[in-house]
């Protein structure tokens, strides 16, 4: 396998005259909307570069002229990109390459709409380099966006962002956090990263290299050197290349065979997180042969952590392998090298004894709680993301719940969350519906069957009174017995409270 071909940029002089050229060009997510019209600027993200290119083919304004060079990856002649940006500092920092009279683009640069109506820029390797060298940096993709949408963004002390490769997750969290340290094993990407954020207007991260935990050595088991959050889409594939079978890709391929990766990022953060402090990941897992994954995943927690698990999608083996081995074009290539390498994942897993593969999102909070609350779940639904105050709230509420035995939960105040509606299904005419269900609009998106009483407590839990009064007051509008009623009460409760319809007014 190759090297990348251009060395990456550097993060000087030419950065912020590049930034202000690119602004001044309209070269941002709305301005490209408008350039290339809707279903190019879509092909576009889907790394598909032809209908852009006929979209700006007789186009010589600026901001065509930056797509051809930053995103179709096209030579352009030294005079249409003097016109377009600053050309000696562009080419003195190594943003451009001269070749003849024409230069073309080193990297991609890709215009992001950043939070709070901020114009940002990735850099990176671009999509159309995916699988062909080993150090090859990705730009934003799916995951990457899950990941900046699950995390929480209140202002923090410290973050460290495991695995930065373009630098997305840190160009966030330069948002809301006092010092962002950034790793990553494949200096390309610490290059990148540093690109990313300058060409981004943000400020300077700490870039460290090195794999996992190293670069940021002992922080101290939660002292003053720990991180308030730590962020990781981790290189989390599960591939015959870790297990030193073939040739791996560093953006997705860690060195460590099967499910390891992840593990360890989860294990070894606890020791590095402040008291409080959050650790957000996305993991693969492999579920194994006569195991339930959830317990699997579960004793991946470190102590003194609560934890909350979500898995989001399973594919079996074969599932697995095409979308990995597609991913890396080799579906593109020779078809008996394909078949070779389809067969030694599947070999790689029968000796895992690993028949599907887990997606999904851990969330970590360092309590110190002697109990802690490991929540595991399946939700392959829709959520409406961003998501990151939905865990901090669902923490809260585990505090809540640690805190509050049966007796108390009824003592306490509930209102119901925003946006929470009920439906109700039943012939058409009928008095009594078949089924009452309780449905969010927002956040995960839950939805729960209810009986007469859990829904009269929902609907009438307005902060004023106690869940125990008003479910007195149900009884006996149902003529029912009270005591019944309250007894029973908690086993819906709890789970009402857990899962965020029933909010706690403390
Ligand atoms: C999937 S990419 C994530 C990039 C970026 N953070 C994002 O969210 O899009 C994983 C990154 O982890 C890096 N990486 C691979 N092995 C690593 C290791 N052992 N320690 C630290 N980083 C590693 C890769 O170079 C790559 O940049």
Redesign the pocket.
């Known amino acids: 396998m190759s090297s990348s071909p251009f060395p990456p940029p550097a993060a000087g002089p030419a950065a912020p005259r590049l930034r202000e050229a690119l602004l001044a060009a309209s070269f941002t997510p709305d301005g490209l909307l408008d350039l290339l019209g809707a279903p190019a600027f879509a092909a576009l993200a889907r790394g598909e570069t032809v209908p852009a290119r006929r979209a700006t083919r007789r186009d010589d304004t600026p901001a065509a002229v930056l797509t051809r060079l930053f995103l179709l990856r096209r030579p352009v002649p030294l005079a249409e990109a003097r016109l377009a940006l600053p050309l000696d500092a562009a080419l003195g920092d190594g943003w451009l390459a001269r070749d003849g009279d024409e230069v073309r683009a080193t990297v991609d640069v890709r215009p992001y709409a950043g939070d709070d109506g901020a114009n940002w820029f990735i850099v990176s390797d671009g999509p159309s380099h995916r699988g062909e060298a080993r150090?090859v940096?990705?730009?934003?993709?799916g995951?990457?966006t899950t990941?900046?949408g699950l995390t929480p963004r209140r202002p923090v002390g410290r973050v460290l962002?495991?695995?930065?490769?373009?630098?997305?997750?840190?160009l966030h969290a330069t948002r809301h956090a006092g010092r962002v340290t950034a790793?990553?094993?494949?200096p390309r990407?610490l290059a990148m990263a540093a690109a990313t954020l300058a060409l981004s207007g943000a400020p300077a991260a700490d870039l460290r290299e090195?794999?996992?935990f190293?670069p940021v050595g002992d922080s101290g088991d939660g002292g003053e050197d720990a991180f308030d959050l730590i962020v990781?889409?981790?290189?989390?594939v599960i591939s015959p290349a870790r297990a030193g079978n073939g040739d791996g890709l560093?953006?997705?391929?860690?060195?460590?065979a099967g499910d390891e990766?992840c593990r360890t990022v989860l294990r070894e953060s606890a020791a590095h997180l402040a008291d409080g402090g959050l650790c957000q990941i996305l993991a693969n897992w492999q579920q194994t042969d006569g195991q339930d994954w959830r317990e699997r995943v579960a004793a991946w927690v470190p102590p003194g952590c609560d934890a909350w698990i979500v898995r989001r999608e399973e594919q079996d083996v074969t599932q697995y392998t095409e979308l990995w081995l597609r991913d890396a074009g080799a579906h593109r290539g020779d078809p008996a090298a394909y078949e070779e390498a389809y067969a030694a994942w599947l070999e790689e897993f029968a000796a895992r004894r690993t028949h599907a593969v887990g997606f999904g999102w851990i969330t970590l909070r360092r309590t110190g709680a002697e109990r802690p609350s490991v929540v595991v779940e399946d939700w392959p639904h829709t959520v409406e993301q961003p998501l990151g105050e939905t865990i901090l709230a669902h923490f809260a509420r585990q505090d809540f719940l640690r805190a509050h035995d049966d007796a108390a939960l009824l003592r306490a105040r509930y209102v119901l969350a925003d946006g929470v509606v009920q439906e109700q299904i039943g012939a058409p005419g009928d008095e009594d519906p078949e089924h009452v269900v309780l449905r969010q609009r927002h956040g995960m998106m839950r939805a729960r069957a209810m009986d007469t009483i859990s829904a009269g407590l929902a609907g009438s839990c307005d902060g004023t009174l106690t869940a125990g009064t008003i479910l007195d007051a149900i009884a006996r509008l149902l003529d029912t017995d009270e005591v019944a009623v309250r007894s029973g009460a908690p086993q819906w409760l709890r789970p009402l409270v857990e899962q965020g319809f029933l909010i706690p007014e403390e």
Not at 250 to 256: I, Q, V
Request: proline residues 5%.
């Open positions: 150090d940096v990705l730009g934003v993709g995951a990457s990941l900046a962002d495991l695995g930065t490769g373009c630098g997305v997750q840190a790793t990553d094993v494949n990407a090195g794999s996992l190293e990781s889409n981790p290189p989390f560093t953006y997705r391929d860690g060195g460590m990766l």
